[in-house]
């Protein structure tokens, strides 16, 4: 799996759109970015992925570059309840039934929503 | 509904103590993981499921073994605890569509002492 690069921590105000950033140079053209989050002592939680094309759910958006080799997670509209570790993770798409292993989570960035 | 859930969610236990950490998901799911997290660091997968019947080793899993009982239930043992295991860990489940929907359980507290 691809490796994938996040800053350790960001601020960001309450109400404002939180971006985080993550490089991952070395994507190959089957991997997928995956972002989840996990609240503190929580289990993490998935938020969104996709592959070339820009995403978004009721939770975030993601944004690819043209060239993959970086993302931006969205969310537009932070609250304290958004504060959070969150792990950009890049990886082959996996269906289970047939087979699937584990995610490898990094040390994600710590995002602290500021009232 | 439930998810994933685990148990039980703190234990203390003296070196070289053995214990079974629990996990079972009515999601119907095929896979099923179990990982630990130290403080400041991410997540380390120890063994995984891919379905049942079958076992597979993760990233750490000197000093654990797994039995997946059932498509339900997938558990953690330590035989001989130390130090160096102490830590939360996470137990998780996948369905059809993988990563993209795959739920953690809460997180037993292990401290070994």
């Known amino acids: 799996d691809a490796k994938t690069t996040q800053p350790t921590s960001m601020d960001c105000a309450e109400g404002r759109a939180a971006n985080l950033p993550c490089n991952h140079s070395?994507?190959?053209?089957?991997?997928?970015v995956y972002w989840y989050r996990q609240i503190h002592s929580q289990g993490p939680q998935y938020i969104i992925h996709?592959?070339?094309n820009n995403e978004t759910n009721e939770m975030a958006s993601l944004i690819i570059t043209e060239d993959r080799k970086s993302s931006t997670l969205i969310l537009p509209h932070a609250t304290l309840r958004d504060t959070a570790v969150y792990y950009c993770?890049?990886?082959?798409?996996?269906?289970?039934?047939?087979?699937?292993?584990?995610?490898?989570f990094g040390k994600g960035t710590h995002l602290i929503i500021q009232p | 509904n439930a998810g994933v859930t685990q148990t039980p969610k703190f234990q203390v236990l003296k070196t070289g103590q053995s214990m079974t950490l629990q996990c079972a998901q009515d999601m119907n799911h095929n896979s099923m993981y179990w990982y630990r997290q130290d403080p400041g660091m991410g997540l380390r997968l120890i063994y995984y499921?891919?379905?049942?019947?079958?076992?597979d080793k993760g990233e750490v899993p000197n000093g654990y073994n797994v039995s997946r009982l059932n498509k339900r239930e997938f558990s953690l043992r330590l035989e001989s605890a130390a130090p160096s295991q102490t830590s939360v860990y996470f137990c998780?489940?996948?369905?059809?569509?993988?990563?993209?929907?795959?739920?953690f359980g809460q997180g037993t507290r292990l401290t070994v002492v």
């Open positions: 499921s891919a379905s049942e019947g079958t076992t």
């Open positions: 993770i890049v990886r082959v798409l996996m269906y289970s039934g047939g087979g699937a292993d584990g995610l490898t």
């Open positions: 070395t994507i190959s053209g089957n991997e997928y």
């Open positions: 996709g592959l070339k």
């Open positions: 998780a489940s996948s369905g059809p569509k993988g990563w993209r929907e795959a739920f």
